[in-house]
């Protein structure tokens, strides 16, 4: 079990940036894939973008395709995920997730962290 905490949300304006980081402790997050969902108000839980125990292979939901960008940094057990253009849909909280299987839906995921919120304002 490894426990994950995300930091870095906020409001932003729309065109803006933000960059998420979540951290991992009680375990080596190398064993893990990694991904980042998000629930907007009244929404489901959506994916968002996953990246492999290496970070060789990353995937994400069309609507964030060349504007964010998920990396991992496994000697310090963080993964982050760098946000760019972003518009009001991207109004959401952000959860970080592990697991061994990984995948655009929650079943390939172990661990959550408690979320942050993001707010784009237009």
């Known amino acids: 079990q490894v426990q994950l905490v995300e930091s870095g949300g906020g409001l932003v304006q729309a065109g803006g940036s933000l960059r998420l980081s979540c951290a991992a402790s009680g375990s080596t997050l190398s064993t893990y894939v990694m991904g980042w969902f998000r629930r907007a108000p009244g929404k489901e839980r959506e994916f968002v973008a996953t990246i492999s125990r290496s970070g060789s292979y990353t995937y994400y939901r069309d609507s964030v395709k060349g504007r964010f960008t998920i990396s991992r940094d496994n000697a310090k057990n963080t993964v982050d995920l760098q946000m760019n253009s972003l518009n009001p849909e991207d109004t959401a909280v952000y959860y970080c997730?592990?697991?061994?299987?990984?995948?655009?839906?929650?079943?390939?995921?172990?661990?959550w962290g408690q979320g942050t919120q993001v707010t784009v304002s237009s």
């Open positions: 997730a592990a697991g061994p299987g990984g995948g655009t839906t929650a079943m390939g995921y172990t661990d």
